[in-house]
Nanobody
Framework: QVQLVESGGGLVQPGGSLRLSCAAS????????MGWYRQVPGKQRELVAA???????NYADSVKGRFTISRDNAKKTVYLQMDSLKPEDTADYYC?????????WGQGTQVTVSS
């Protein structure tokens, strides 16, 4: 049974930081590309950051220079360090594990950036 469990969301002031974690089980984590997506009500889910099995990364333009994705294959966990947060970063954040054969999603964690 595959599980992706996100944690680390919450309420933070503009300019603050949060670190999201996504712990995976039931998959051969190291061979999956991992991604963080976000979604606000009424909008499509969008890719925030992704990290390939080999470690290469890519980011949405809106978060470049502020967010950092990383992975720990031994812990089967992917992280999203979010710095210099802005109100427009407010969303539900979802973890995704991807291979060409299919993908898996976590339940999401809410991030609210507000003063």
């Amino acid at each position: 049974q595959v599980q992706l469990v996100e944690s680390g969301g919450g309420l933070v002031q503009p300019g603050g930081s949060l670190r999201l974690s996504c712990a995976a089980s039931g998959i051969a984590f190291s061979i999956y590309a991992m991604g963080w997506y976000r979604q606000v009500p009424g909008k499509q889910r969008e890719l925030v950051a992704a990290i390939a099995s080999g470690g290469s990364t890519n980011y949405a333009d809106s978060v470049k220079g502020r967010f950092t994705i990383s992975r720990d294959n031994a812990k089967k966990t992917v992280y999203l360090q979010m710095d210099s947060l802005k109100p427009e970063d407010t969303a539900d954040y979802y973890c995704n594990a991807y291979r060409t054969a299919g993908d898996y999603w976590g339940q999401g964690t809410q991030v609210t950036v507000s003063s």
